[in-house]
């Protein structure tokens, strides 16, 4: 069991709030991403949650029980760090073992964990070296690992592939995927990549200066994001933004329309513009579009277009696709 | 480090360097040499080759009562670092791992407390020792040293532990650790080196410290320090027996600090040297 | 570990050390202001009384004053300017591949682990004495007089005794920094078309700046103090020439048993080390990152 309830949670670091007042429900077994710009206070809610840190008012529950004034220790949960944390002094067998060594678990047992664990993730030739002598992704195993072996209630982790490189960090996001849908239980995982954000989560709390902009699943933060923050920032390329007049014809303070959303045309269209950057992925190309009047847009069209540099074409949204924002920067529906 | 480089450039900084090294070097190693000459060598002036005796040495164990300064060298700077170390380890430890924006304020005035000349308050502590009886005593003594060395150990201490990653320590915490396994199961095994060289240069700074051990003690608690001061005028053929005593004064710490300087030099950079 | 429990906790572990020090700071203060203003013989239990600055006049009006002021400042810039220089020197030479590094390392920080006494005997019995000396050995070999150095250059001979002793301290330091230089950077300065004194001023000394105030900030400590030297080695002699104010407040108050011109003398002392110490202070708060 592993819900996880933040009831108006307020934290503030000498005397500045970083976070004001949060509340979430995160339910039992699911996989929760927090996602938000840098420093917008994901590792503080984090912490707050794992009991390294004091919440300044507010309370935290797990399973219904106040756990506010636990500390780390006696709260069952498992934290895996960016930096990996691991023991230095310690073999990775030590470093699996250390919680049940805590926990006073029985030798054998114990070592049949580290041994279950260490098979799972591919450890088990490492089992005798220090973390030094492990690559990144090893010692990210190994962080896993001490996690995993003493079945917490629920899994943190803050920003664990950001130290490594782009190839094993797509490889990571699916073993920790795939490990979530074998042990089903609750995670909580921090990360300011959107897209790690997409693919992951079952739900998604987007973080803006530490408020909720929206909790909700993938594909309801992409279709029908709350505000103007969770349109920006959901979604890749970024979702294009138009005011003024663009936008007063639509009845809105500003307009959004995503890059996928853009039809493009050599005869006719909605907006004028000249094609300023092509870049060619293979599969899609994204073309940046300085549009008269309204500034560069993206878009997004097949992989195998002859578009050049210099071109003289219209955009035009797709009928239904387009996102309405009041002054405020909130969603009009 | 790339590129090789010649042969040649690299013998002659091999030369150059050792020359220096050497010149360095050099007021050690012929108070060692003229150590090992008799009398009537040291007397007759500038020789690299002596006759290998031990006769100075001899002379110095026998007559001069060089064991028991020896002995209280020994006592006051083993002494005076322990109690340092126990009173500042939980202070560095505090301010590495729970710092707060007066932190650095703190340990700056620390070091500031160094910076108070000793002859300036000698004055007072001499009344105050000889009125409390503790003129010429190893309590005294160790004391005092703790109080000087005091700073720089905290100082020393702090640099080490705030090497130690926080995310190690909540990561302990997170697995289940309470404070005290936190503390030995993993503060201390990556704390114990630099705990250790800092035992190590503060027992150096102790054992060489010349002002508070020469003033405030006279006969039965004078150090080394007290020992070797007194052979400031020349007595009769005496330059073999003041190289065999200088020998044995600084041997022990300088064998001490031969097998510890890398870790000594880390330490001793403050933090300041990444 | 930000929590109210550990905060609370790391007040208790820091007390003793900040009750301790601060005790040792304000207690021998106190009582040297104290005795700064009264009247006390160590000889002649009669005289007391306040003196008003009757002791600072007596201090400040010896002929050893001003002596003493500019020998201690000529001590600490003196020993300071030879070991950062050649500290500096011996580190580039140091940094150099060459055979032997470890045992090199080993000679050079000897010195370090010598005690002043030591130190002293053995510069003035068995280097400097004009009869029998190494240096005068030297000078023969070369058909010159031999110098008599602790006599006619009492000053620079404490200088250089102090600096040798301290030599080790700035080049181990300053070589440290110095190879945690990055090989990138000194090869990216090398690419710009930078040759070897303009590496060295633009990126090599810019990088040695925090190591260069450590050596300072820490030499300057002991440097204020020196005083088992001057005693084994020239007794501040001759005249006043190596008399520097740890030396002369020591003759003043304990041997000359006027208790209140020593701690006048001391207060003296503690403006200088006061002065020097908010200078260096003020340099140092923003090279070491506390
Ligand atoms: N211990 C602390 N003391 C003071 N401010 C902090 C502390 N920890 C975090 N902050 C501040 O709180 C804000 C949020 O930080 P953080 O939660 O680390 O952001 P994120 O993980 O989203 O990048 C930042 O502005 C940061 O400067
Ligand atoms: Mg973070």
Redesign the interface.
């Known amino acids: 069991m592993g819900s996880i309830t933040l009831e108006h949670v307020n934290k503030t670091f000498g005397g500045h709030p970083v976070i004001p007042d949060v509340s979430l429900e995160i339910e039992d077994g699911e996989f929760v991403v927090f996602v938000g710009p840098s420093g917008c206070g994901k590792s503080t809610l984090l912490r707050l949650i794992a009991g390294l840190e004091d919440t300044t008012s507010g309370a935290i529950k797990l399973d219904g029980v106040d756990v506010t004034d636990k500390g780390p220790a006696h709260r069952g949960l498992a934290m895996v760090f960016q930096s990996y944390a691991l023991y230095p002094h310690m073999t990775v067998r030590q470093n699996i073992a250390f919680p049940l060594k805590m926990a006073n678990i029985d030798k054998a047992i114990a070592e049949q964990k580290v041994a279950d664990a260490a098979r799972v993730l591919n450890l088990t030739d490492y089992l005798d070296r220090k973390p030094r002598a492990l690559s990144g992704g090893q010692r990210q195993r190994v962080a896993i690992g001490r996690a995993i072996v003493r079945q917490p209630k629920a899994f943190l982790f803050d920003e664990p592939l950001s130290n490594l490189d782009a190839a094993l960090r797509v490889n990571m996001r699916i073993e920790i995927t795939e490990l979530h849908q074998q042990l089903k239980t609750t995670m909580v995982y921090v990360t300011h990549d959107q897209v790690e954000a997409m693919t992951m989560a079952n739900r998604i709390v987007v973080l803006n200066a530490g408020r909720v902009e929206q909790f909700g699943t993938p594909l309801e933060l992409y279709k029908s994001p709350a505000n103007r923050f969770v349109a920006g920032f959901i979604g890749s390329p970024k979702m294009n933004f138009l005011e003024g007049a663009a936008a007063g014809k639509y009845q809105a303070e500003a307009i959004g329309v995503r890059p996928e959303h853009v039809r493009i045309s050599r005869d006719a269209g909605e907006w004028q513009g000249k094609v300023g950057v092509a870049e060619h992925l293979g599969s899609d190309t994204f073309l940046h579009v300085h549009v008269d009047g309204v500034g560069l847009q993206t878009v997004r069209t097949g992989g195998e277009n002859d578009y050049h540099p210099g071109e003289q074409v219209w955009l035009s949204p797709e009928p239904g696709r387009i996102y309405r924002f009041d002054r405020a920067g909130q969603a009009l529906r | 480090?790339?590129r090789a480089?010649s042969t040649r450039r690299?013998l002659t900084?091999?030369i150059?360097?050792?020359l220096?090294?050497?010149i360095?070097?050099f007021?050690?190693l012929?108070?060692i040499i003229?150590s090992l000459k008799t009398e009537g060598e040291?007397?007759?002036?500038?020789s690299m080759i002596p006759s290998f005796t031990f006769e100075s040495y001899a002379a110095v164990l026998d007559q001069q009562d060089y064991l028991r300064p020896f002995f209280n060298s020994v006592v006051i700077s083993i002494g005076s670092t322990i109690v340092a170390l126990l009173?500042?380890v939980?202070?560095a430890?505090?301010?590495a791992?729970?710092p707060?924006?007066k932190?650095?304020d703190?340990?700056?005035w620390?070091?500031?407390?160094?910076?108070?000349?000793?002859?300036?308050?000698?004055?007072?502590?001499?009344?105050?020792f000889l009125n409390t009886g503790l003129l010429d005593t190893l309590l005294g003594l160790s004391i005092i040293l703790t109080?000087v060395n005091?700073?720089i150990v905290?100082w020393m201490l702090?640099t080490y532990f705030k090497e130690i990653?926080?995310?190690?320590?909540?990561?302990?915490?997170?697995?289940?650790?309470?404070l005290g396994?936190e503390l030995v199961?993993?503060l201390l095994?990556?704390a114990v080196p630099g705990i250790a060289s800092t035992l190590l240069l503060n027992v150096?700074l102790a054992?060489?410290e010349?002002?508070w051990t020469?003033?405030l003690s006279t006969d039965d608690a004078a150090p080394?320090?007290?020992f070797?001061?007194s052979?400031?005028s020349?007595q009769g053929q005496f330059?073999a027996k003041?190289?065999a005593a200088?020998v044995l004064?600084?041997l022990p710490?300088?064998l001490?600090?031969?097998f510890s300087?890398k870790q000594l030099?880390?330490g001793?950079?403050?933090?300041?040297?990444? | 570990m930000a929590t109210k429990q550990s905060h609370r906790l790391a007040r208790w572990m820091m007390a003793p050390s900040v009750f301790v020090l601060l005790i040792w700071m304000i207690v021998p203060l106190a009582l040297t202001i104290w005795f700064a203003f009264q009247r006390y013989r160590l000889t002649n239990p009669n005289i007391k009384g306040f003196a008003g600055f009757a002791n600072f006049e007596f201090f400040v009006t010896d002929p050893a004053f001003w002596p003493a002021i500019i020998n201690t400042l000529l001590i600490v810039v003196g020993v300071l300017v030879i070991t950062v220089g050649l500290g500096i020197l011996l580190a580039l030479m140091l940094d150099q591949p060459i055979w032997g590094q470890g045992i090199v390392r080993i000679l050079m920080i000897s010195p370090f682990f010598v005690m002043p006494p030591v130190a002293a005997v053995v510069w003035k019995h068995e280097l400097m004495n004009p009869t029998w000396g190494v240096f005068a050995a030297v000078s023969r070999f070369f058909g010159q007089e031999p110098v008599n150095w602790l006599g006619n250059y009492p000053l620079l001979s404490i200088i250089v005794i102090v600096a040798w002793q301290w030599l080790p301290f700035a080049t181990l330091i300053l070589l440290t920094a110095m190879q945690s230089l990055s090989e990138e950077q000194k090869e990216a300065a090398e690419m710009d078309g930078a040759n070897v004194f303009r590496r060295f001023w633009y990126i090599i000394l810019p990088h040695l700046a925090r190591a260069i105030t450590v050596v300072i900030l820490i030499q300057t400590i002991y440097l204020l103090g020196v005083y088992a030297e001057i005693q084994i080695t020239t007794g501040g002699g001759p005249g006043f020439a190596s008399t520097n104010l740890p030396f002369l407040i020591y003759n003043t108050g304990v041997l000359g048993g006027n208790i209140g011109a020593g701690a006048a003398g001391g207060l003296v002392a503690v403006v200088l080390a006061n002065i020097v110490a908010i200078f260096l202070m003020r340099a140092v708060g923003r090279n070491l990152d506390a």
């Open positions: 480090m790339a480089v690299k900084m091999t150059l360097v050792w220096v090294a050497l360095v070097f007021p050690i012929y108070t003229t040291a007397a007759a002036g500038f009173i500042a939980p202070a430890w505090a301010m791992f729970t707060t924006p932190t650095r703190v340990l700056m620390m070091l500031s407390t160094k910076m108070m000349p000793a002859a300036g308050v000698l004055v007072p502590m001499y009344l105050i109080l005091l700073p905290v702090y990653p926080v995310d190690i320590l909540e990561a302990a915490r997170m697995d289940g650790a309470t396994k199961y993993v095994p990556m150096i054992w060489n010349a002002f020469l003033r080394l320090t007290a070797i001061a052979f400031s020349p330059l003041l190289s200088s004064a600084i710490i300088l001490l600090g031969w300087q030099v880390r001793l950079t403050f933090g300041a040297v990444k």
